[in-house]
């Protein structure tokens, strides 16, 4: 596909994309759309992290399965994340509390410190709806989804 | 202010296409500039010429279309997205062997990454969807 594109603008331009997950997995395409915008934007070089609150806590949820419902299980794409350049993907604390999940409950997704001769770390950081309200505040850009 | 339009929404199932439509007119007579708007998830269905809706309601095809061809506006439709619903211009139709095409005039069919450069490069991205 034609979708990967050399940026045509100044590549010193560097922003902060938050993309704002709240919805689930596989009732409405959105999250998988979602994370195409993401994977994409790694070519740009852009500071680009995650946010799941809402219903969008079930797309990190662990062991999913589409086999019943006819649809391709994308989840693991998150886990690859950590080689897109993708170093903070925030879960608001409340949401997961409001369904009964707990951090335990969602998928392992690392990334490699290169400063560290390349430990693997955890990308998921849980915070609470105050600690994210103030980090939506900081970004340049608020993708919805 | 330059601005950038991120439409997430399909006409007349979700009021997004109007609003974002209306607000771009606004904007632009108001002497603001619009660098790009992007169609994204059923928003795509924006960009095709063979909706016809009834007669004593709007047009959202021919509105934008022809706000693109007064203002010169950049109207792209995200391939990926396009190519899941079926929106489809000569080249792509082509080239997956479809009898057809659909694109309407003053949209163009093109990559994600044309979203990511319009928050690289607009003052504000807006965000019209549910």
């Not at chain 2, 660098?35 to 269905?45: A, P, S, T």
């Not at chain 2, 990926?80 to 659909?102: C, F, M």
Request: glycine content about 8%; proline content about 3%; charged content about 25%.
């Amino acid at each position: 596909m034609a979708d990967v594109q050399a940026p045509r603008v100044d590549a010193s331009v560097k922003k902060r994309f938050l993309c704002v997950n709240r919805k689930t997995p596989y009732g409405t395409i959105y999250a998988l759309e979602a994370l195409e915008v993401v994977l994409i934007s790694a070519a740009f070089e852009q500071d680009v992290s995650l946010a799941f609150l809402d219903d969008g806590v079930f797309q990190l949820a662990k062991g999913q399965s589409t086999a019943g419902i006819g649809m391709k299980n994308f989840s693991p794409t998150y886990k690859a994340l950590g080689d897109y350049d993708v170093r903070k993907i925030y879960v608001e604390k409340e949401s997961l509390d409001e369904r009964g999940l707990a951090p335990a409950d969602l998928m392992e997704i690392t990334y490699e410190d290169e400063a560290e001769g390349f430990a693997e770390k955890p990308l998921i950081r849980i915070v609470s709806r105050a600690e994210l309200s103030e980090i939506m505040a900081q970004q340049d850009i608020l993708l919805n989804f | 202010m330059k601005f950038g339009i991120l439409v997430n929404e399909g006409p007349y199932t979700h009021q997004a296409s109007d609003s974002a439509y209306q607000f771009v007119k606004a904007a632009l007579e108001r002497g603001h500039e619009i660098f790009r708007v992007f169609f994204y998830h059923d928003g795509v269905n924006n960009g095709t010429r063979l909706m016809v809706p009834p007669q004593d309601d709007r047009n959202l095809q021919q509105a934008w279309s022809q706000l693109a061809e007064k203002h010169q506006l950049d109207l792209v439709v995200c391939i990926a997205a396009a190519q899941r619903r079926g929106v489809l211009d000569a080249g792509e139709a082509k080239r997956h062997g479809k009898d057809a095409d659909n694109i309407a005039p003053g949209f163009r069919i093109s990559g994600l990454g044309q979203l990511i450069e319009a928050g690289m490069v607009a003052d504000r991205l807006v965000v019209f969807g549910d």
